[in-house]
C-alpha cells in the first residue's frame, strides 16, 4: 500500500503531526479503506524521514508532552510528483486468499468445495449490502462515493467468479489421480 505517497500528500497541505495526520487520512478517503493504525503511521512517518522526504521537529506545549510535527521536503515534493505522473500497474502477478482457498478445497474434493463457494458467496453477498448502505450515506462526498463505487465494481467481479466456479465446480473439484489420469488419456490419444 502506498501509504506513504498518501501522507506526502497530506503534507502538501502543510505541516502536520501524527494524529491530525490520522485524521486528515480518514477524512480524505472514507471509512472504505479502514482504519490506519496510528503505530503504523508512525513507522511510516519514521521511514519518510529517514529517507529524507519528510523533516521533523519538537514542538513544545505547555500542558501536554512536547508534539512532533511533520514538513515534506524538496525530496518529498519530488517523489511525490513522481508517484502521481506514474501508472499503478500490479507488481507479481494476481494474489487473492479466496483463490487459494479455492485451490485447496478443489483439491479436497466436491463437498468442500462446494462448502467454500456457499461461504464465500454469503460473505460477499453481505459485503455488497454494506457498501450499498456506505454508498446512501457518502452521496454528497464524490472521492469517497467514487471509492466505494470502485469496492462495489471489485466486490460485484469477486461475485462473479464464485458464480463461475460454481458453475465449474465438477471440473474444479476433480481429484488430483482423476486429474493425472485425465492427462495420460489426453497424452495417450495425442500419441
Known amino acids: 500500500m502506498p501509504i506513504h505517497h498518501a501522507v506526502l500528500a497530506l503534507l502538501e497541505e502543510g505541516d502536520s503531526y501524527g494524529y491530525e495526520l490520522r485524521a486528515h487520512f480518514r477524512q480524505m478517503v472514507g471509512p472504505q479503506w479502514g482504519d490506519l493504525n496510528i503505530g503504523h503511521l508512525y513507522q511510516v512517518l519514521e521511514r519518510l524521514v529517514r529517507d529524507g522526504l519528510v523533516k521533523k521537529r519538537e514542538v513544545e506545549q505547555e500542558t501536554r508532552p512536547d508534539k512532533v510535527v511533520y514538513r515534506i521536503t524538496r525530496a518529498g515534493h519530488k517523489e511525490l510528483d513522481e508517484w502521481l505522473e506514474s501508472p499503478f500497474v500490479r507488481q507479481g502477478g494476481y494474489r487473492d486468499d479466496f483463490f487459494l482457498k479455492l485451490a485447496a478445497a478443489s483439491r479436497l ?57 460454481e458453475k465449474n465446480e465438477k471440473q474444479l473439484a476433480a481429484t488430483p489421480q482423476t486429474r493425472r489420469t485425465a492427462a495420460t488419456a489426453r497424452h495417450a490419444r495425442s500419441a
Open 109 to 165: 474434493g466436491r463437498t468442500q468445495l462446494n462448502g467454500v463457494l456457499r461461504t464465500q458467496r454469503e460473505a460477499y453477498l453481505a459485503e455488497l449490502s454494506a457498501l450499498a448502505q456506505l454508498r446512501s450515506r457518502h452521496d454528497d462526498e464524490p472521492l469517497i462515493s467514487l471509492l466505494v463505487e470502485a469496492a462495489i465494481l471489485h466486490m460485484e467481479a469477486n461475485l462473479r467468479v464464485v458464480e463461475l466456479a
